[in-house]
């Protein structure tokens, strides 16, 4: 039996930030080493964020780290990266960030079954700073609540 290890990234930053309106599901054009570098969970989201160029969907400032291993064929670990959704998404999306305050971020970063990078993105609404408040004392009252437990 062969042991899979299961790469999976979340942006927790985003969460607090952004109240998430819908999310999608997305494949990522990468490099050989890109995908060496994500197995092994080297994969920054911190200031990352979706942008449309010509109709085409991409992620820009995605932080992949070099692959230890890489020779010169290494990558350039900001660069932009292309996102691969159905066209009828990539309509949907385009029309809906014409609304004001409006904007696409990436959630998460995995590996599905086949073996593919996935990257889920959001489409999502930054919080004021009372809905931030908010977002705190409902993570309190549930841990209060587990320890009562």
Request: aromatic share 8%.
């Amino acid at each position: 039996m062969k042991f899979v290890k299961t790469t999976d990234i979340s942006n927790k930053k985003a969460r607090f930030e952004f109240a998430f309106l819908e999310e999608y599901s997305a494949g990522m054009v990468l490099t050989g080493t890109e995908i060496k570098s994500i197995r092994e969970g080297k994969v920054s989201m911190a200031d990352a964020y979706c942008f449309f160029q010509k109709n085409e969907l991409f992620v820009k400032n995605l932080n992949i780290s070099k692959y230890d291993n890489g020779t010169y064929n290494n990558h350039e670990p900001l660069r932009e990266r292309k996102l691969l959704l159905n066209r009828k998404e990539i309509k949907k999306l385009i029309s809906k960030l014409t609304d004001k305050g409006l904007t696409i971020i990436p959630t998460r970063i995995y590996i599905n079954e086949g073996g593919l990078a996935k990257l889920d993105i959001a489409l999502a609404k930054g919080k004021k700073l009372y809905d931030k408040r908010e977002s705190i004392k409902e993570k309190d009252i549930s841990r209060d609540r587990s320890r009562e437990e």
